[in-house]
T-cell receptor, first 115, second 113 residues
Framework: NAGVTQTPKFQVLKTGQSMTLQCAQD?????MSWYRQDPGMGLRLIHY???????DQGEVPNGYNVSRSTTEDFPLRLLSAAPSQTSVYFC??????????????FGSGTRLTVV | DQQVKQNSPSLSVQEGRISILNCDYT??????FLWYKKYPAEGPTFLIS?????DKNEDGRFTVFLNKSAKHLSLHIVPSQPGDSAVYFC????????????FGQGTELSVKP
């Protein structure tokens, strides 16, 4: 049981380049989300999804796109990378939004540097 | 507007003593509060949660207290162990916001032998 798998673990991009951060979970979780962690800012929600075909914006959505075509996968796309997007990105999933007391399972993160 | 705040960036405690991590919030619509622990180069891991209808929840060495009137919660770790050294995040969920979690800035706990 792999849990939440994020790829790649590290990435360096040049300003203006595009890329997709991959997130997959094998727990049949309904809810998936993307966070970014920056020093002194904690974890900030970028986008989230309550099920296949349904996505919504979080606190800091600008510059990022998401889609949820399957229950298992929730990729995060950077269309034109900017230095302000240098951060550590975490994907998280949860069985159901109706059971928050079970917590959310996080992946191990993707460290992205935009130069 | 920071809805969940952890005002102490760091905390240092002696092994065996109590660690108290604090968290304040502003949104009265939050119905669940969670604590996460994060080691370097790893993702956060769920530690303990509390519903807004309770004022205390205990799990082994970890206890979370909720004071709704003060919009304040705290995590107590007794006794503290060196392996507890990590960054602790407080998080809250608003039932009318699609289940998303809002996190605080985190507090780095250092437990010294």
């Amino acid at each position: 049981n792999a849990g939440v798998t994020q790829t790649p673990k590290f990435q360096v991009l040049k300003t203006g380049q595009s890329m997709t951060l991959q997130c997959a979970q094998d727990m049949n979780h309904e809810y998936m989300s993307w966070y970014r962690q920056d020093p002194g800012m904690g974890l900030r929600l970028i986008h989230y999804s309550v099920g296949a075909g349904i996505t919504d914006q979080g606190e800091v959505p600008n510059g990022y796109n998401v889609s949820r075509s399957t229950t298992e996968d929730f990729p995060l796309r950077l269309l034109s990378a900017a230095p302000s997007q240098t951060s550590v990105y975490f994907c998280a999933s949860s069985y159901s939004v109706d059971r928050p007391n079970y917590g959310y399972t996080f992946g191990s993160g993707t460290r992205l540097t935009v130069v | 507007d920071q809805q969940v705040k952890q005002n102490s960036p760091s905390l240092s405690v002696q092994e065996g003593r109590i660690s108290i991590l604090n968290c304040d919030y502003t949104n009265s619509m939050f119905d669940y509060f969670l604590w996460y622990k994060k080691y370097p180069a790893e993702g956060p891991t769920f530690l303990i949660s509390i519903s807004s209808i309770k004022d205390k929840n205990e799990d082994g060495r970890f206890t979370v207290f909720l004071n709704k009137s003060a919009k304040h919660l705290s995590l107590h770790i007794v006794p503290s162990q060196p392996g507890d050294s990590a960054v602790y995040f407080c998080a809250a969920r608003a039932y009318n916001q699609g289940g998303k979690l809002i996190f605080g800035q985190g507090t780095e706990l250092s437990v010294k032998p």
